[in-house]
T-cell receptor
């Protein structure tokens, strides 16, 4: 069974601080996606990374795919209350492209 | 372009009953996946349909079933409901296969009493 370990599970920080969320696996993925979910809503896709070592930026969010395509990180600079939510990573299996999901990181940014 | 539509948004059922949830994917999307989300278990994959065929299936009992119609709309059915089936059920559509990118609906909140 392919697992995707996400850490930390919970993070509560002050507005303006920086943070990093990690997504790790022993398996290689064809791509990795990051989603953000707000309470009572479905996850919303933030980014897809495909190439090992790839870095993508979305305003204050920086996503990186590991060189070996087994891990990924999400870094938020100067976090704002609007960044609050559940962040989920999902890796696409190479065999059938089924998504394997991390358990999520619940992020709270306090004003 | 309309997003993924799930109906109903909220549902309360009694243990032992059955329920059918509906999902209309984004126009042109051929893949529909279903997930169960609970606070304790996170996002659990139920099954994926592509062009009316079940392509992948998660580790759920046979009480959970689904189907996809020729217009890509999908339904999932849960029979003999148990209290533990209470969860947010999410549907996601993708243009080709779910591993590229998934667009989620708002979900159906099912409560079994």
């Amino acid at each position: 069974t392919q697992l995707l370990e996400q850490s930390p599970q919970f993070l509560s920080i002050q507005e303006g601080e920086n943070l990093t969320v990690y997504c790790n696996s022993s398996s290689v993925f064809s791509s990795l996606q990051w989603y953000r979910q707000e309470p009572g809503e479905g996850p919303v896709l933030l980014v897809t990374v495909v190439t090992g070592g790839e870095v993508k930026k979305l305003k204050r969010l920086t996503f990186q795919f590991g060189d070996a395509r087994k891990d990924s990180s999400l870094h938020i600079t100067a976090a704002q209350p609007g960044d609050t939510g559940l962040y989920l990573c999902a890796g696409a299996r190479r065999s059938n492209y089924q998504l394997i999901w991390g358990a999520g990181t619940k992020l709270i940014i306090k004003p | 372009k309309a997003g993924v539509t799930q109906t109903p948004r909220y549902l309360i059922k009694t243990r032992g009953q059955q329920v059918t949830l509906s999902c209309s994917p984004i126009s042109g999307h051929r893949s529909v996946s279903w997930y169960q989300q609970t606070p304790g278990q996170g996002l659990q994959f139920l099954f994926e349909y592509f062009s009316e065929t079940q392509r992948n299936k998660g580790n759920f009992p046979g009480r959970f079933s689904g189907r996809q119609f020729s217009n890509s709309r999908s339904e999932m059915n849960v029979s003999t409901l148990e209290l533990g089936d209470s969860a947010l059920y999410l549907c996601a559509s993708s243009p080709f296969f779910v591993g590229t990118e998934a667009f989620f609906g708002q979900g159906t909140r099912l409560t079994v009493v």
